[in-house]
């Protein structure tokens, strides 16, 4: 095949005396164009001599090596000078001739460009079927249309990398960055191939470059540096055991014959597992993990026998206790070892059967599964190598772990925690979501006085973390069981529950405001029971859960105005107007927006925030709050009561206008706070004409009329 691309000190030094060509041209074509005559006429004379140097040297050009590799267009055509020219026409003639040429050139260079491209398609396809050798042929033909095509050199390095011709792939990529300094994927594979070699130091130069080049890379970064953090620690391992194996460490003679026995055929089921138990015990430290390793430890399912035990659906006691045995063994190979948890997931019957022993029944195995998982799901290396499996089931299996009333429910609780928060994961909840994870998920609400309560409370906020994946929200939102399975849980709390009981209503309080972030008609069929219970919940004793109802309240009411109806009869502006005297922020934003959807639909709720917010006191405190969101509705409201007979004459001897006209003229960022200020300034003027003295005074006259507008439209 052609060769590729040139890599001698030659090449470095004609692509050197090419980028100084380019530089000299650059300053000829500017020294003709100057305004300055005599730097013009020194441009000119330097012009004349290079092209007579050029044409002279034309039978010495053409005698070299057909692939020029110190210029970009190697069949560049040289010509005389234009009679013009020679004839002493001047710089316009001289000007004419380059230009001429400088269009015939770009013209070729677009013609190779086409070839190039053509080429590097080429390449793409035998590099996807798997033939890199063909790939790299095509390639470098490429280069030999355009030597300067920054993509094709790019393109050869992985080829390389295929091939484990490490050495090389570094190379393409220093050429690819001699033509661009600023080449991110140069430097990506760059550092692959320095990896391959153990060029650690080097490694993390690439990828550093890479991140100063491109800062939104963090996390393509970090993970390049944790890969080759873990391939380092792992060379230095096996290092290590290499070492004990050489002073006839009793460990690591203990090890490989303990594996040679375990692999020997024909033998009882008993006998591997008493092995396996022994190596088990054997393996306390990195360098005997790493000699486990080293020793082909992972093999062990090639027994058939061991291979039978582990795989079987239904297992006997003795199969039970072989892999239970197996999965111990795993524990003590894998804990805090990065190298032999990947390995491990790397067996396929591994990867195939740790859902199917999850959901075996058998207590002994899932504990030990459960154990084994959790040496995975508990750190950032292990969760990366889970989240590559298959794990569309996970998620149901884990949830079905709630009905246990042993220490497997939190086991498995802690793990789904643990990768809830991986996109990953979340991607492949998808799958299952609507047939297998649902109707579980409703069950288990349904059935909560009867499961591990504390786990359903972790389960049921596992699902609420679902909800920001807006596909899976709209399930929820759309689900009639689970909007009833919610009722029935909090049909069920008691004033003073159990720890339990009230970590279930509080996660199902935060799973509702979440899933109302939709709306639909089921929710405005749940809209009046849901209510219904938030109001009967005020009066709990746990804050927590008092500040979630309110939240579900202000997020549920507009879904519906026979709720909004009901919970006014019920008293719940009085109560709202309790929680913002004595509340804290998180709970006065949900109580003010409370408020505010019923003073929009409901006068009873306006005379009732009138009746009980003697002067509208507690609004007026809530104007001058730092947070636009309680300002803005407490703005809200207070325009919807100015609408009552006397109300904006109870507010005469307050310094409602200065609140209100500060809030308009600007002081608010939100365009919504400035005209809700703006709406409420406006009717208070109307109402109460006598206001208006105290606008003059503070010159807000302007804002007045400007908010006017506001008036009128709403």
């Known amino acids: 095949r052609p060769p590729a691309m040139l890599r001698d000190e030659d090449t470095e030094a004609d692509f050197q005396r090419f980028l100084r060509r380019v530089d000299d041209v650059t300053t000829l074509l500017q020294g003709l164009n100057s305004p300055d005559s005599a730097v013009k006429e ?173 800062p939104q890379k963090e996390n393509l970064f970090k993970d390049c540096v944790n890969e080759a953090d873990s391939e380092e620690k792992r060379v230095k391992d096996e290092e290590r055991a290499m070492r004990e194996v050489q002073s006839g460490s009793a460990a690591a003679v203990s ?132 989240v590559r499996q298959d794990l569309s089931r996970w998620l149901q299996i884990l949830m079905a772990f709630v009905k246990s009333t042993d220490a497997r429910a939190d086991s498995a609780m802690d793990i789904l925690s643990d990768l809830i928060g991986e996109e990953r994961f979340k991607t492949q909840c998808r799958a299952m979501f609507s047939t297998g994870v649902l109707p579980l998920f409703t069950q288990l609400l349904g059935s909560s006085r009867l499961v591990n309560q504390a786990a359903l409370a972790r389960a049921v906020g596992a699902v609420g973390s679902l909800c920001a994946d807006v596909g899976l929200r709209a399930q929820l939102a759309r689900s009639r069981e689970c909007w009833q399975g919610c009722l029935e849980l909090l049909d069920g709390c008691p004033a003073t ?103 929009k639909s409901s006068r009873q709720a306006q005379e009732d925030l009138v009746k009980w917010d003697k002067r509208f006191h507690v609004l007026l405190k809530l104007l001058e709050s730092g947070n636009e969101l309680i300002v803005g509705n407490a703005a809200f409201c207070l325009s919807q009561c100015l609408l009552l007979p006397g109300a904006a004459t109870s507010l005469l001897d307050s310094n409602v206008v200065l609140l209100l006209l500060s809030q308009a003229g600007g002081d608010a960022q939100r365009p919504s706070v400035q005209q809700n200020s703006a709406i409420a300034l406006g009717r208070l003027c109307v109402a109460e004409p006598r206001h208006i003295s105290q606008l003059r005074k503070l010159n807000g006259l302007a804002i007045l009329n400007s908010s006017m507008k506001y008036v009128h439209s709403s």
Not at 162 to 180: F, M, R
Not at 355 to 369: K, N
Not at 527 to 536: Q, Y
Not at 538 to 552: K, P, W, Y
């Open 42 to 214: 020194k441009a000119f004379a330097e012009a004349e001599k290079r092209l007579r140097e050029q044409g002279a040297g034309r039978e010495e050009e053409e005698s070299r090596s057909p692939v020029n590799r110190t210029v970009i267009n190697t069949r560049a055509s040289v010509r005389a000078f234009p009679s013009e020219t020679k004839a002493g026409h001047g710089s316009d003639g001289l000007l004419a001739f380059l230009e001429k040429d400088a269009k015939e050139r770009a013209q070729r260079r677009k013609r190779n460009e086409h070839l190039a491209d053509a080429l590097k398609e080429k390449g793409n396809e035998a590099f996807r079927k798997g033939d890199f050798a063909l790939a790299i042929q095509r390639y470098s033909e490429g280069l030999e249309k355009l030597r300067d095509k920054q993509e094709l050199i790019a393109e050869m390095s992985p080829a390389y990398l295929k091939l484990h011709e490490y050495e090389k792939a570094i190379s393409d990529c220093e050429w690819a960055l001699k033509c661009s300094q600023k080449c991110i994927k140069a430097y990506f594979l760059m550092g692959k191939a320095h990896l391959a070699l153990r060029h650690f130091s080097e490694v993390r130069q690439c990828y550093e470059k890479m991140l100063q080049i491109d």
């Open 255 to 386: 090890i490989k014959e303990l594996l040679q026995r375990i692999n020997s055929p024909g033998q009882d089921i008993l006998y591997y597992t008493g092995g396996i138990r022994l190596l088990a015990q054997v393996v306390n430290s990195c360098t005997e993990q790493t000699l486990f390793r080293t020793n082909n430890g992972f093999s062990i399912l090639r027994n058939e026998t061991v291979r039978w035990a582990f795989c079987a659906e239904r297992k006997s006691s003795a199969e039970v206790e072989l892999c239970v045995s197996l999965l111990l063994l795993w524990q003590a190979v894998c804990a805090g070892n990065e190298e032999n948890q990947r390995v491990l997931l790397a067996q396929a019957d591994v990867a195939a059967q740790l859902p199917e022993l999850l959901s075996s029944g058998l207590s002994h195995i899932q504990r030990e599964t459960l154990a084994l998982i959790s040496l995975y799901s508990d750190n950032e290396a292990g969760r990366r190598l889970l």
């Open 497 to 599: 529950g159990s720890p339990g009981q009230l970590q279930c209503v509080f996660a199902v309080l935060g799973l509702m405001m979440n899933v109302l972030l939709e709306s639909n008609e089921i929710i405005q069929h749940f809209a009046v029971p849901i209510s219904g219970r938030c109001l009967a919940l005020l009066s709990h004793q746990d804050g927590r859960i008092v500040t979630r109802a309110i939240g579900v309240l202000s997020r549920v009411l507009p879904a519906s105005p026979s709720a909004v109806e009901e919970v006014v009869k019920g008293g719940v502006v009085k109560k709202m107007l309790k929680f913002l005297k004595a509340g804290g922020q998180l709970t006065a934003t949900y109580a003010i927006k409370t408020l505010s959807i019923c003073t």
